[in-house]
């Protein structure tokens, strides 16, 4: 089992940046790829970033040159670092991880920040 739990969402208005941090607890030892998903009221949930064990970021093309995933193996952590935010990316953000074990893979999921940015 693994848990997570997010924390850095809060208000702020356009333009302005926040960073979300995600903690793992548990049974980091099998965490592979860590990333952050977002739902906004209305829509389906959706990734934003996420980033494999060995650093490659992955970006969805409305974030990619505003935001910035990263990660710490050792504190198994994993941060979205949010600049040049739009009312469009209000949403729950979700941390999220990929456990990989010899049954194979399961995914995990934070409760979820409130990010809202006000135009």
């Known amino acids: 089992q693994v848990q997570l739990a997010e924390s850095g969402g809060g208000l702020v208005q356009a333009g302005g940046s926040l960073r979300l941090s995600c903690g793992a607890s548990?049974?980091?030892?099998?965490?592979?790829?860590m990333g952050w998903h977002r739902q906004a009221p209305g829509k389906e949930r959706e990734l934003v970033a996420a980033i494999t064990s060995d650093g490659s970021p992955y970006y969805a093309d409305s974030v990619k040159g505003r935001f910035t995933i990263s990660r710490d193996n050792d504190k198994h952590t994993v941060h979205l670092k949010m600049n040049s935010l739009k009312p469009e990316d209000t949403a729950v953000y979700y941390c999220?991880?990929?456990?990989?074990?010899?049954?194979?893979?399961?995914?995990?999921w934070g409760q979820g920040t409130q990010v809202t940015v006000s135009s």
């Open positions: 548990g049974d980091t030892f099998c965490i592979s790829t």
């Open positions: 999220d991880a990929s456990c990989i074990s010899s049954s194979g893979s399961l995914g995990y």
